[in-house]
C-alpha cells in the first residue's frame, strides 16, 4: 500500500470518527498540535488516554462490585475519566460521563440506595462501550500512523 | 337538626296543656335546649368514649322524663275532667236538696196553719164546728198546698178521767196502735188502761181514715213525737219508719194544738199543760221524693238518697237504694225544722265517668312524639358513630394503603438493590466476554443476551421513574444550558440508528428561541429522547423532524400557513399536520386572543417553547390514540413483541411536561405519520454566548441547492449557527447566475445529495463555467444521508466536491466537515483563527510555565498546545507539588491549575501559595532576607490561571477570590488563552523589570 492510500485512510477513519460524533473539535486542536517537533503526539496521547481510562474503568468496576459502593469515590474517578476524554475529544465518552456523573450526583442528593445504583450501572456500561468502541478506532488509527511513519522513515533512509 | 325538630315538637305540645304547665314546660324546654348545646359542644370536642355514654345517658332520661310527663299530663287532665264532675254533681245535688227543703217546709208551713185552724174551729167553739168529714175533706182540698204530705190526722189529749165520757161521746174505744197487725193480748189492754192520758186520733184524712181511734201515745215514735211536740211547740219530725198501712218509708211530723196563744217564751212545763191535741202530718217520703225528683229534668243521670243521720253511727235510709259506697258522690245536708232530726242527701251520678279519653291520648301522643324523637335522636347518633367509625375505619385503610405504598418503594429500593449484585455480575461478565475471542453466532448470543441485561435494567429506570414522578419527590433543576447543543447531542445519539434504517433525521431551532435557557435540560432531553425514540421504532421510512419554535412565533404563523404543502416536508413523503396536535393546548387557546404576542414574551423572562417530532412512521391507530399517555399501554400486545418497549415512556414524558408548566399532545394518521408536540415553560437566561457564532466561518456567505425547501431550511439553520449567511436556492439551473452575478463573493455552495444526483449533468457544467470566468471558485460541499453516500461516491462528477457532509446536520460537525474544506486550501478565510496563535506564540516564546493537574491526560494535552506556542513547560500531578515547586525563588512566570484535584484542589493550592508569597513579600520589605536570596524580585506574584471544564460565573468568583488571575476553559481554546495570557503578559511585570535593572 502506497503512503498516500494509508494516508487516505487514515484521514477516512479521523473523518468517519468526526462525522459519527465520536470526536469534536478538541482532537482536531490536538491535531494541529502535532508538528515536525513532536511527530508522536497524537499517539502518545492516545495511549496516554487508553491507560489511564482502562484504569479508572477497572476502578469504577471494583466500585460498583463492592457491597456498599462510594458514590463520592465513584464521581471522583468519573470526574477524571470525564476531563481527560474532553482532553482529548472524544465526544461520546465525555457525554456518557457526564450522564454518568449526573446519576452519581442524583445518588447522592436522595440518598436513595439501590434506586439509583442500575442508573450507574449502566452509565458504567455505556462509558465502557463508548470507550471501547473508540479504543477500537484509535487502535486502528495508531497502527496506520505507525505504518505511515514506518514508510516515511523508509523514504528517509 | 334534632334538636331544633325536638323545639318544634315541644311547641306543639304546650300548645295541647294549659297555662299552668306552660311554664314548666318552657323551663325544661330552655334547659333541654342549654343541654343540646352542651351535647353538641360535647359532641363536637369530647372525646368518643365519653360521647358514647352521654348520648346513651341522655337517651335514657329523654325516655323517662318523658314518661314520666305524659304520665303527669295524664292525670292532670284526668283530675281537672273529675273536679268538674264533681262540681257538677254539687250543684245539681244541692239544687235538688233545697227544693226538698222548700217544699217540705212549706208542708210544715201548712201543717202550722192547720193545727191553728183546729184550735180555733175544734177546741175554741162548743159544740165543735169540725167533724171527722169536714176535716177530711178540708184536708183533701188542700192538699196542694202540702205537697209532700200524704196524709194528715188529728189526735185529741183525752185524759184518763176523761176516757169514758170521750169513748161514749165518740162511739168508739179508744184502740192502742199495734192493735191492728196482732189482737191485742189482755194485759196490753190493762197497760192502755192504766195510762194517765190517751191521744186517740179523732180526725183524718180519708186515706188514713184507719188511724181514727188509735191512741197515737201507744206507738213508740209517735208518743215521743208527740212529747216533744207539745214541749217544744214546733214541729217535730219521727225517724223514718214502715207507715201502717202502706208498709212505706215514712216519716211522722207533728204540731201540738195549744188551748190559747203561747208566747214564745212560755216553758215547756206551761206548754205540756196548754196542749189540748196533736196534729200529725204523715210525710211518704219515698213517694214525695221521687215525685220531686221526676219534676227535675236528668233525673236519671243522678241517684238520690236521703238518711236521716239523727244517729250517726246509724244512719237510717229514708229514700233511695242501698248502694255502695264506691265512686264520686256529694252530700247535701238537709234542714227540715226538727233541730234534732239530722237529715242529709247523697247524690252521685249513675253512671260511671266515661274514660278520660281526650288525656288517654294527649298523653300517649306526647309519649309517642317523645319517642320518636328519642329515636329519631338515636339514630342520629348511631349514624354519626357509624359515619365515624367508618372514617376511622377508612383513615386507617388509607393509612395501611399509605403504608403499603411505602412498603412498595421500600420492596422495590430493595428488590433493585437486591437485583443489581447479579445483574451487575451478568452485565460486567457479558462485557468481559464481548472482548474474548467468539465466533459469530456466540458474539449475537451475548450481544442478546446484553441487549435484554440493558432492557431491563432500562425498565426498572422508568418503572422507578414513573414512581417518583408519581410520588412528587422528583425536582426540576434550573440551570443554564444551550438548548441547540443539547439536540446536537440528541441527534447524535440516533445518529447510528437512524443511519441503519436509512430515515432522514433533521433539527431546527428558530432563531426567535434564546441561545442559553434556564432549566432542566436533562429531563427535557429524555423527553425528546423518548419521542424520538419512539418515531424511530415505528418509522420504516422517510424522516425524523424536531422543531422548535417559540410559542408566540407559532401563534403567528397561524394564519400564514393555513395551507400546507403535503409535498413540502423533509423528505417529501406526506405528514400529518402538526398544526392539530397542539390544537387542544389550553396554553394556545388561552393566549390566542392576545393581539400582539411579541409584547407578551419581552415582558416576562418566561419562555414558552414549542417542540415538535414529526415522523413519517405507520402512526397510531385511531382506537389506540385515546390510550397512548397511559402507563404500560401500547397499542397492540404485537407492538412490544416486534418493538419491544414497556409503554411507558410517553407516560413519563406527559408527567415531566406536567412538571414544566407544559402540555403534550399530538396527531397521527395511520401510514402518513404521527406528530408530538409539547411546550415547556423555561426562563431566559442573562449571559448570551454562543460558542460557534465566533467561528471562523463568520460572515462568510454560503450557497444552499436544495429543491425541497423545508430541507433547506434546517441547512441554513446550522450554517446560521456557525455564522455564515445562507442563500436559498430551490433550482439547480440558477446556482451559475447567483455565483457569478451576486453582489457579494459566495464561498461555498452545499448541495443536497437528491438535488444534485437529480440533475448531476448540470454542476460539471457550471463548474467549468465558473473556472472559466477566473472566479474564486467556492468550494462545493455535498449533503448527503448516510445510507446513500456510500455507494454514490465513485459517481463522475465527484472530482468537483470538497467534501461530503453525512447527515444529520449538527452545528459541530458542520464545522470540522467546513473547516476541513476550507482551511486547507484558503488561507484567507482562517486568519481569524491564526492570529491568537501567532501572537500565542510570542507571548508564550520560551516561558516558564508550570501546569497543574492530576489528570495525566489533561496534563499531556495542556504540555502539548503550550508547547506548541513555544513555552517551556513544567508538569505537576497534584497541588501539593505544585506548591512545593512555587516556594520563591523559582523561574515560573505563569502557572495553569486544575481546579478539581484529589487531596487538595487548585482553590486551597492557590490559597497556600498566596499566602507563602505574601510572607516572602513581608520578609523583603522588611528587610529580614537580603533580596538576593529571591533573584532581586521585590514582590512575588506568579500569575494562576485556573483550568476548568465547566464556565459558570460561580467558579469565576470563586477563582478570583482564592487569588487567581484568571481561567482558561478546559479543554483549551486558543482564543481565549490567548485573551487571558496577554492580561497578565503584557502588563510590565517587575520580574522583567528588575531583570533589565540587573
Redesign the interface.
Known amino acids: 500500500m502506497s503512503l498516500m492510500a494509508l494516508r487516505e485512510q487514515l484521514n477516512g477513519l479521523v473523518?468517519s470518527m468526526?462525522?459519527?460524533?465520536l470526536l469534536?473539535?478538541?482532537f482536531?486542536?490536538?491535531q494541529?498540535?502535532q508538528?515536525e517537533?513532536?511527530p508522536g503526539?497524537i499517539a502518545?496521547?492516545i495511549t496516554?488516554?487508553c491507560g489511564?481510562s482502562e484504569r479508572i474503568l477497572a476502578e469504577l468496576?471494583k466500585l460498583?462490585?463492592q457491597?456498599v459502593v462510594d458514590y463520592q469515590k465513584v464521581d471522583?474517578f468519573v470526574?477524571?475519566l470525564?476531563?481527560?476524554s474532553?482532553?482529548?475529544?472524544a465526544?461520546?465518552v465525555k457525554?456518557a460521563c457526564v450522564q454518568f456523573r449526573?446519576f452519581c450526583e442524583e445518588h447522592n442528593k436522595?440518598g436513595?440506595?439501590?434506586?439509583y445504583?442500575?442508573?450507574c450501572?449502566?452509565a458504567l456500561?455505556v462509558v465502557?462501550h463508548e470507550y471501547?468502541l473508540l479504543r477500537g478506532k484509535f487502535d486502528t488509527m495508531l497502527q496506520l500512523e505507525q505504518r505511515i511513519q514506518a514508510y516515511e522513515s523508509k523514504q528517509q533512509i | 337538626m334534632n334538636w331544633f325538630i325536638d323545639a318544634q315538637i315541644m311547641e306543639q305540645k304546650t300548645g295541647y296543656l294549659s297555662d299552668k304547665s306552660n311554664l314548666w314546660l318552657e323551663l325544661l324546654k330552655k334547659f333541654s335546649i342549654k343541654d343540646w348545646k352542651n351535647n353538641l359542644c360535647n359532641r363536637l370536642f369530647g372525646s368518643k368514649k365519653v360521647r358514647g355514654t352521654w348520648w346513651r345517658k341522655l337517651l335514657l332520661l329523654w325516655i323517662i322524663g318523658w314518661f314520666l310527663g305524659s304520665l303527669w299530663i295524664f292525670w292532670f287532665m284526668n283530675s281537672q275532667a273529675v273536679e268538674k264532675r264533681r262540681e257538677m254533681l254539687a250543684s245539681m245535688c244541692d239544687e235538688r236538696a233545697r227544693m226538698l227543703q222548700d217544699q217540705f217546709n212549706v208542708s210544715m208551713n201548712h201543717l202550722q196553719a192547720l193545727a191553728i185552724l183546729i184550735s180555733t174551729f175544734h177546741h175554741a167553739k162548743d159544740p165543735s164546728a169540725i167533724d171527722q168529714i169536714t176535716f177530711a175533706r178540708y184536708a183533701e182540698r188542700t192538699a196542694f198546698e202540702r205537697p209532700l204530705t200524704s196524709g194528715v190526722a188529728y189526735a185529741v189529749k183525752v185524759l184518763r178521767s176523761e176516757r169514758e165520757q170521750f169513748e161514749k161521746q165518740q162511739g168508739w174505744k179508744i184502740k192502742r196502735m199495734d192493735s191492728t197487725e196482732q189482737p191485742p193480748a189482755r194485759e196490753e189492754d190493762a197497760d192502755l188502761e192504766n195510762r194517765d192520758e190517751y191521744a186517740p186520733v179523732i180526725f183524718a184524712q180519708d186515706t188514713y181514715r184507719h188511724v181514727i181511734s188509735f191512741d197515737m201515745l201507744t206507738g213508740k215514735e209517735d208518743r215521743e213525737n208527740i212529747l216533744r211536740a207539745r214541749e217544744s211547740g214546733k214541729g217535730v219530725l219521727t225517724a223514718p219508719f214502715r207507715l201502717l198501712k202502706s208498709r212505706r218509708l215514712g216519716v211522722i211530723l207533728t204540731y201540738a194544738v195549744y188551748k190559747s196563744e203561747l208566747t214564745s217564751k212560755a216553758t215547756p212545763a206551761e206548754r205540756i199543760q196548754a196542749a189540748i191535741g196533736y196534729l200529725g202530718g204523715i210525710f211518704d217520703v219515698e213517694a214525695l221524693v221521687d215525685k220531686l225528683l221526676h219534676q227535675l229534668a236528668c233525673k236519671h243521670s243522678m241517684m238520690v238518697n236521703v238518711y236521716d243521720k239523727t244517729n250517726p253511727d246509724e244512719p237510717i235510709i229514708m229514700y233511695g237504694s242501698n248502694m255502695t259506697n264506691v265512686g264520686l258522690y256529694h252530700i247535701s245536708t238537709l234542714n227540715f225544722g226538727d233541730p234534732i232530726r239530722k237529715h242529709e242527701m247523697h247524690c252521685r251520678f249513675k253512671q260511671k265517668s266515661p274514660l278520660p279519653w281526650l288525656a288517654i291520648t294527649t298523653s300517649i301522643g306526647t309519649l309517642v312524639i317523645a319517642l320518636l324523637v328519642g329515636y329519631i335522636f338515636h339514630a342520629t347518633v348511631s349514624r354519626i358513630a357509624k359515619v365515624e367509625d367508618d372514617y376511622r375505619q377508612m383513615m386507617e385503610l388509607k393509612g395501611r394503603a399509605e403504608t403499603a405504598d411505602v412498603a412498595k418503594s421500600q420492596f422495590?429500593?430493595?428488590v433493585?438493590?437486591e437485583?443489581?449484585?447479579p445483574?451487575?455480575g451478568v452485565?460486567?461478565m457479558l462485557?468481559m466476554l464481548m472482548?474474548t475471542d467468539l465466533d459469530i453466532t456466540q458474539e449475537d448470543y451475548v450481544r442478546t443476551a446484553q441487549a435484554s441485561g440493558?432492557a431491563l435494567?432500562?425498565l426498572?429506570?422508568e418503572v422507578?421513574d414513573q414512581a417518583k414522578i408519581e410520588s412528587g419527590?422528583l425536582e426540576l433543576e434550573a440551570v443554564p444550558f444551550d438548548l441547540r447543543a443539547v439536540l446536537d447531542?440528541i441527534l447524535?445519539l440516533f445518529?447510528?440508528k437512524a443511519q441503519e434504517k436509512g430515515l432522514e433525521l433533521a433539527v431546527y431551532v428558530s432563531d426567535q428561541v434564546p441561545d442559553v435557557l434556564v432549566g432542566d435540560h436533562?429531563r427535557i432531553r429524555q423527553i425528546i429522547t423518548n419521542l424520538i425514540g419512539n418515531s424511530i421504532k415505528f418509522t420504516e421510512r422517510g424522516h425524523i423532524y424536531l422543531t422548535v419554535h417559540i410559542f408566540e412565533e407559532v401563534l403567528n404563523s397561524l394564519d400564514k400557513e393555513v395551507e400546507v404543502h403535503s409535498t413540502d416536508t423533509l423528505c417529501g413523503f406526506p405528514v400529518a399536520n402538526r398544526r392539530r396536535s397542539w390544537e387542544s393546548f389550553k396554553n394556545f387557546k388561552l393566549e390566542l386572543p392576545a393581539s400582539d404576542p411579541s409584547l407578551l414574551s419581552t415582558s416576562s423572562n418566561h419562555i414558552n417553547l414549542i417542540i415538535s417530532v414529526e415522523d413519517t412512521g405507520v402512526g397510531i391507530p385511531l382506537e389506540a390514540q385515546s390510550r397512548v399517555f397511559t402507563p404500560f399501554m401500547q397499542v397492540g400486545p404485537s407492538i412490544s413483541r416486534i418493538h419491544g418497549g414497556t409503554g411507558i415512556g410517553l407516560s413519563i414524558s406527559k408527567c415531566l411536561v406536567g412538571l414544566m408548566k407544559g402540555e403534550i399532545g399530538f396527531v397521527s394518521q395511520p401510514q402518513i405519520g404521527s406528530t408530538f408536540t409539547f411546550t415547556v415553560v423555561l426562563t431566559r437566561a442573562c449571559t448570551n454566548s454562543n460558542e460557534y457564532k465566533s467561528s471562523e466561518f463568520h460572515g462568510m456567505i454560503a450557497l444552499v441547492v436544495d429543491h425541497r425547501p423545508a430541507r433547506a431550511k434546517v441547512t441554513k439553520y446550522h450554517l446560521q449557527r456557525l455564522g455564515v449567511n445562507a442563500i436559498l436556492e430551490i433550482d439547480p439551473n440558477q446556482v451559475l447566475s447567483r455565483l457569478t452575478s451576486g453582489t457579494s463573493t459566495i464561498n461555498m455552495v452545499l448541495v443536497e445529495k437528491e438535488t444534485w444526483s437529480k440533475d448531476s449533468s448540470i454542476w460539471p457544467f457550471i463548474i467549468s463555467k465558473l473556472k472559466g470566468n477566473q472566479l474564486d471558485i467556492p468550494k462545493i460541499l455535498l449533503l448527503a444521508n448516510p445510507t446513500s453516500s456510500v455507494k454514490n461516491n465513485a459517481s463522475s462528477s465527484m472530482e468537483y466536491i470538497s467534501t461530503i457532509i453525512?447527515k444529520p446536520l449538527?452545528a459541530?460537525?458542520l464545522?470540522?466537515?467546513l473547516?476541513?474544506a476550507m482551511g486547507c486550501g484558503d488561507g484567507e478565510h482562517s486568519r481569524n483563527g491564526r492570529l491568537p496563535q501567532l501572537s500565542l506564540r510570542g507571548l508564550l516564546h520560551e516561558k516558564q510555565i508550570l501546569v497543574v493537574?492530576?489528570?495525566?491526560?489533561?496534563l499531556?494535552?495542556?504540555f502539548?498546545?503550550l508547547?506548541?506556542y513555544g513555552a517551556e513547560v513544567t508538569c505537576a500531578e497534584s497541588g501539593k507539588k505544585a506548591i512545593g515547586m512555587l516556594k520563591p525563588p523559582h523561574k515560573f512566570d505563569a502557572c495553569f491549575m486544575?481546579i478539581?484535584m484529589?487531596e487538595m484542589d487548585g482553590f486551597e493550592a492557590t490559597k497556600r501559595i498566596r499566602e507563602m508569597e505574601a510572607d516572602i513579600n513581608k520578609q523583603i520589605e522588611c528587610r529580614e532576607v537580603p533580596v538576593e536570596t529571591f533573584e532581586n524580585v521585590l514582590h512575588w506574584h506568579v500569575p494562576i490561571l485556573a483550568m476548568t471544564?465547566d464556565v459558570i460565573q460561580a467558579t469565576h468568583e470563586e477563582c478570583l477570590r482564592c487569588g487567581m488571575d484568571g481561567y482558561v476553559s478546559?479543554?483549551?481554546?486558543?482564543e481565549q488563552l490567548y485573551r487571558e495570557v496577554t492580561r497578565f503578559f503584557k502588563q510590565p511585570q517587575k520580574r522583567i523589570d528588575n531583570e533589565v535593572k540587573c
Open positions: 473523518n468526526f462525522l459519527e460524533g469534536d473539535d478538541q482536531e486542536q490536538l494541529m498540535l508538528d517537533s513532536s503526539f502518545e496521547l496516554l488516554f489511564d468496576t460498583l462490585d457491597a471522583a470526574h477524571q470525564k476531563g481527560s474532553s482532553s482529548v475529544g465526544q461520546h457525554l449526573q436522595e436513595l440506595k439501590g434506586i445504583f442500575f442508573r450501572l449502566r456500561n465502557k471501547y | 422495590l429500593a430493595t433493585s438493590h437485583i443489581r449484585t445483574m451487575n452485565l460486567g462485557q472482548d440493558k435494567v432500562s426498572i429506570n422507578l419527590k447531542d447524535s445518529y447510528g436533562g453525512t449538527r459541530s460537525m464545522q470540522v466537515s473547516r476541513r493537574d492530576d489528570n495525566i491526560v489533561n499531556r494535552v495542556a502539548g498546545a508547547k506548541k486544575d478539581q484529589p471544564a478546559k479543554p483549551f481554546e486558543g
